[in-house]
């Protein structure tokens, strides 16, 4: 098992630049690496993991860490028996399912959020509106008693 050590920095590139671990602010101290380029090397001995990373080519490498909090509590590969492997591995897929829902869910709740925003806009701005379309009816009213006020007198006079 391979620890982001917090006691180690970061190392640096030899132009003084930090490296892309470093760089991408996505690694922390304490978190786990769990694969490389897609394998699994939770089980694997520390040296191995270093002998791999050593090993890995040029290019595109992909690491996934979790963060302890994430990590089940007995390693797959330590179940005692295959039943017990199997539900840990079916148990970290859900978990994962799980995980990926909630973002969606909070995605989710951000545009309703947002909605609602819009909806408390429209709805104040359509009272506005009708506030002002009451004033004018009632101006228009106004007007209207005057002018029947006017000719009524008006004609009385006649």
């Not at 797959?76 to 859900?94: F, I």
């Not at 004033?135 to 008006?154: G, M, P, Q, Y």
Request: with cysteine.
């Amino acid at each position: 098992m391979a620890v982001v050590d917090q006691h180690v920095p970061f190392y640096k590139l030899p132009t003084g630049l930090p490296a892309p671990g470093e760089a991408c602010g996505c690694i922390k101290p304490g978190d786990i690496l769990i694969g490389i380029n897609n394998v699994d090397v939770r089980s694997y001995p520390f040296e191995a993991i270093v002998e791999r990373l050593r090993n890995l080519e040029h290019g595109s490498t992909m690491l996934e860490f979790r963060s302890p909090a994430y990590l089940p509590l007995v390693e797959v590969s330590m179940a005692s028996d295959e039943d017990d492997c199997a539900k840990l591995k079916r148990l970290e897929k859900r978990n994962l399912w799980l995980e990926q829902e909630l973002c969606r869910e909070r995605k989710c709740r951000a545009l309703v959020d947002k909605k609602v925003d819009m909806y408390k806009e429209e709805v104040l701005r359509l009272s506005q509106e009708n506030v002002e379309l009451r004033v004018e009816t009632a101006r228009s009213k106004n007007l209207v008693r005057s002018k029947d006020e006017f000719i009524a007198r008006t004609h009385l006079l006649l």
